[in-house]
């Protein structure tokens, strides 16, 4: 069987036992995002798994191949005789730095692709899908809203089971949107049968390729996917001929003048297992990689805090594995210096702010809020653990259900003058404006409860209330305009 020659073995064996890390995080497991390629991918162990012999002796190596050549093995979608090929290859060949950035950031990512399409029997050429999605840019956003390196839209990423919450955006998680996208293009391969309608479907829908199927059978048109491309938007027209652009430059790159980056057939990541909070900041600091990296691997958390559970995973280079546990050991501070509050009534960010001794700034920053804007009754949101021991770090639960509404900053009431009718009184004002009579007798030091019609009142009321927000007549009574603005701290 063959071993594992680049990887050291204290990673090997950390890899296949899934040793629980030591000190106050001995909840956190590191295990292998490895699967082993599609000819031994079902291979069962056997023997004495406690020995740690035995266990380092299980873990596979790959073949003495980088993954370019393992991708060209695996090519399986036809070629398209179409003149977009030709002009898509001159239009990345004239462009080799750009060619080149998007292929470096593809090294992080294209063996665990690779794997899992030779695990299905797909077309390696698949792997070469968000090249033209998103650049292999895994934090990628488009008009459309689409997200991640697969650019799967918020109801498509619903609908194959990418989580979207407050804390978490799994179309931009790695594996998971890795899964969900195979699994779409395989269900579009089985509608069409044609990896160029599956690749034209993906990109323009299900539905759009099947009405255009319809209407050229209904002409007695061939329904292939040169046929059907007059029917097709520009942006679908381009997309499979730029994957089989991208293609056949990966097939032979010397001949379009590129040069690909070296890409090692072996797994570039391993899996941090069950880990509890966390903040993004110290899980970087842990594994010594430089955040704008740790976040390359793990685009999917929105905030800066990563919420444990049995379902977290963390990914990081497999050099960094040890790393992580060796420090994590040593860490003698709290993991993670974030909590949440969930308010109960409109409140301000400054107010927030003053409550846990840090700046507005810090509050509207980490839960993206923009300026002038306040938070709703119902809203969850990050701030600062004033104390480790008074507050606790956030539940899977509070951060599967949070939900954060904010709407303009306007004063609680403003301030009107109101002119008393005939048939006025104290009472019949108040309940008019939503005040009380003692607010009324107050607010113009009235020591009797006797007005005098055409006397004027002064008023505090809802900057809601629609008789504060209009000067429209109200029966025999008028609203003067606004002549001030108060907040109620």
């Not at 998103?134 to 089971?161: D, R, V």
Request: hydrophobic content about 40%.
């Amino acid at each position: 069987m063959p071993q594992f020659n680049r990887l050291p073995l204290k990673i090997a064996l950390l890899l296949c036992l899934s040793a629980p890390l030591f000190g106050q995080a001995n909840d956190i497991t590191i295990s292998s995002a490895i699967m082993a390629p599609s000819a031994v991918s079902d291979l069962s162990f056997s023997g004495d798994s406690n020995n740690p012999e035995f266990a380092a002796a299980q873990v596979l190596s790959m073949e003495e191949v980088d993954v370019w050549a393992r991708i060209r093995k695996g090519f399986n979608i036809q070629d398209l005789d179409n003149p977009l090929v030709a002009s898509q290859a001159a239009h990345y060949s004239a462009n080799p730095d750009y060619f080149l950035r998007t292929t470096s950031r593809a090294s992080r990512y294209l063996f665990h692709v690779v794997q899992e399409l030779d695990k299905r029997g797909m077309p390696t050429e698949l792997a070469l899908l968000p090249f033209v999605e998103s650049a292999f840019n895994p934090e990628a956003y488009s008009s459309a809203k689409a997200s991640g390196l697969w650019q799967f839209i918020p109801s498509t990423g619903l609908l194959y089971k990418l989580k979207q919450t407050m804390f978490k955006d799994e179309r931009r998680d790695v594996l998971a949107s890795t899964d969900a996208a195979l699994n779409y293009l395989e269900k579009l391969y089985g509608m069409f049968g044609d990896w160029q309608l599956a690749l034209a479907a993906y990109n323009w829908g299900e539905g759009s390729v099947q009405r255009a199927i319809k209407k050229n059978e209904a002409a007695g048109k061939p329904t292939d996917f040169n046929s059907l491309s007059e029917l097709m938007p520009a942006e679908t027209r381009n997309y499979v001929p730029k994957l089989l652009a991208i293609k056949n430059i990966i097939a032979d790159p010397g001949q379009y003048g590129i040069k690909l980056p070296k890409v090692e057939n072996q797994p570039y990541f391993v899996t941090i297992n069950k880990t509890r909070n966390i903040d993004v900041k110290i899980a970087a600091q842990l594994a010594e990689l430089p955040i704008n990296e740790f976040k390359a691997l793990n685009p999917q958390f929105n905030r800066p805090v990563i919420i444990g559970g049995d379902k977290t995973q963390i990914l990081l280079p497999h050099e960094n594995a040890e790393k992580f546990q060796r420090n994590l050991a040593k860490w003698q501070r709290p993991l993670s210096t974030w909590t949440s509050i969930t308010v109960s009534t409109r409140q301000r960010i400054e107010n927030i702010a003053h409550m846990f001794s840090t700046k507005a700034e810090v509050i509207r920053e980490v839960n993206h809020i923009p300026q002038k804007m306040v938070l709703k009754a119902g809203s969850t949101i990050l701030v600062p653990k004033v104390s480790d021991a008074t507050y606790s770090d956030i539940t899977a639960d509070v951060a599967d259900n949070a939900t954060m509404a904010v709407e303009p900053d306007h004063p609680d009431t403003r301030r009107i003058v109101v002119k008393v009718g005939k048939r006025d009184s104290l009472a019949s004002i108040a309940t008019r404006y939503q005040v009380t009579i003692a607010q009324l007798k107050d607010w113009n030091s009235l020591s009797h409860d006797k007005l005098t019609f055409g006397q004027h009142l002064r008023l505090q009321v809802p900057f809601a209330s629609r008789a504060g927000r209009s000067s429209a007549r109200a029966g025999n009574h008028r609203v003067k305009a606004v002549i001030s603005k108060k907040r109620n701290r």
